[in-house]
């Protein structure tokens, strides 16, 4: 599972609007309650940006479980 403070990657190539982030980095700032909340992502450029697509998130540092 993705936590908060993890640095992930992301994995737009699946289309959709994360195409945009394709291959940034970033840290995990918030990370969903429910099946259907969205992480909030810190990207190294300063921009924040929201997922609920989790398999669009590759885990650089840590595991995911």
Partial sequence: MIKVGDLVR???S????LV???GQ???VT???M???GRWAIL???GQLIATMHGSAL??????ES
């Fill in 10 to 12: 992301i994995n737009g």
């Fill in 25 to 27: 980095v970033g840290i």
């Fill in 58 to 63: 590759e885990v650089i540092n840590g595991k």
């Fill in 30 to 32: 918030k990370a969903p």
């Fill in 14 to 17: 699946w289309g959709g609007i």
């Fill in 43 to 45: 990207l190294t450029s």
């Fill in 34 to 36: 429910t099946e259907r």
């Fill in 20 to 22: 945009t982030w394709e």
